[in-house]
């Protein structure tokens, strides 16, 4: 949460830190604020409450030339938010100017001996302690103060620091929250995430906990916190900059909602040689597998939802018992593995802190360790044991669609991957052929876009919905609801459509939708008696059921329909039309679709 961005370099870097901010928005919108020193040394600071278009306007007619900055857009976790809460924040001299993502635990025992120091606080937020300590610890030397100030907070953080009285100079601190550098030969960038960074440069490293950064025109050199140099390889990114521009869509979600084609077979394309699975960096072998009993999967939100499909698929390849957890409870309650577990976290940006804690719980338990992750170089990328990578390019709307999709890609194809390493699978042709239909089935799901302008004219106004599924679309449902929730800010709930009955069927009447995954499947009669029982009662009924249903007409008030495949594999398609059901209810509601509120892409802290 937060995002943050620093410039140090030949060129004029208004436009590119504000640039850089635009594509960092998804981590928080509370608030932004930019510091620059111009050519006169003079320094500018602009902030400006809510969202980024916001500080843009300050800027309009803004001329200095400036070759050194640093830009923050804000995720409120200490302070609520407004322009003195906003970053970068200052010093009492005015001198060293600082922004932060992350959070800093012991910052009250900090601020009050801060106080009895002399110093005095401007806004109610944690990080403004660490721009007091880097003043009170400076001695002429910017590295050394922050040092001494990064070896006194505790928590997560991502930091770049400017010293006004040296603009040849910037320097970037991580620990617990993501930090990236990159350059040119005489440009350096820091940014909390890639696509800040990604149009003037490819070249990039990737900060570890426990190291700083400082970046100078033309070099720069890394140092752990006891001030010893560090060697770091860089990596040159070949993620397209265009993939994270909205390219003529309305919105970002609806743009990665229309990429899911290409994203879900490029990640299949990606995982196969010779219509065989291959993993390329997946180093577990047979003699690792040998004692599987049990198989872990982690996550949050949407990638939770994801891995309970996980849990279905590899229960039917494997039969190997599947436990699923969120990360926010698992990591607190104490599991047990050993050196036999596998223990498999999902993450889009691979760098959720609970997700994260929950893979160093697992690792130091000695389980062998796999990162599903969407953003390459993340932190879990780098920490797994195995690391997969689900290819769906940037996704930079919060409400997460193509990451989904891509996920289930990877998990039907590892599941196979390790059904023929444990010898009990020989049917990765077959698997493959079926996984290379779904891209241009899910093609025809997203093209019939009326039926869901339809459904959000129709019932746009409900203030509640019901998503109801069973068997291996039972989490799609869930999932559904959460998407529905999260950006038209709609109650919504879903639920096991056997489970109706027990509770949840209390909230249905003559205006409450429920939407019923409801495609060929062994308990498709099941589902139906659960559709009447809404019905019954009155409930709006629309269904997503599979071409050639005429039956199901007879139950419904709106019938989706998705090409008809084995159930097994069908969330690959029930899940389009909640998605889109979601995003043409909350744009008639005239929501702020990409930036709901409350929300942030990457929830970095706990
Ligand atoms: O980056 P991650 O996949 O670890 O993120 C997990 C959740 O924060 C995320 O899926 C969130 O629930 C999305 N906003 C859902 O659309």
New binding site residues.
Partial sequence: MCGIVGYIGNRDCTEILLGGLEKLEYRGYDSAGLALVDVDNNIILKKALGKLVNLKEEFKGFKNECHLGIGHTRWATHGRPSVKNAHPHLDCQERFILVHNGIIENYEELKEELINNGHTFQSDTDTEVIVHLVEENFDGDLLEAVKKTINTIDGAYALGIMDIKDPEILIAARHGSPLVVGGNEDEKFIASDTPAILKYTRKIFYMDDREIAVLKRNSIYFYDYEGKKIEKMHRILNWDPLMAEKAGYDHFMLKEIYEQPRAVRETLFSKIKKEKFFFEDLKIDKERLKDLRKINIV?????YHASLIGKFIFEKVLRIPVDVDYASEFRYRDPILDKDSVVIV???????MD?LEALRIAKDKGAYTIAIVNVFGSTMSREADGVIYTIAGPEIG???TK?FTSQLMTLYSLSVYLGEKLGICFESDNVVRTLKTLSPMIETVIDDVDIYKQIATNYHKATDFLYLGRGINYPVALEGA??LK?ISYIHAEGYPAGEMKHGPIALVENEVPSVFVVNKSPLYKKVISNIQEISARDGIIISIATNGDNLIQKYSNKVIYIPEIEEFYSPLLTVIPTQLIAYFIAKKRGADIDKPRN?A???TVE
């Fill in positions: 996550a949050c939100g949407t990638s999902v993450s889009q940006s691979g760098e959720t997700t919060v409400a997460s990451a959460l998407k999260e929300l892409k990457s929830v």
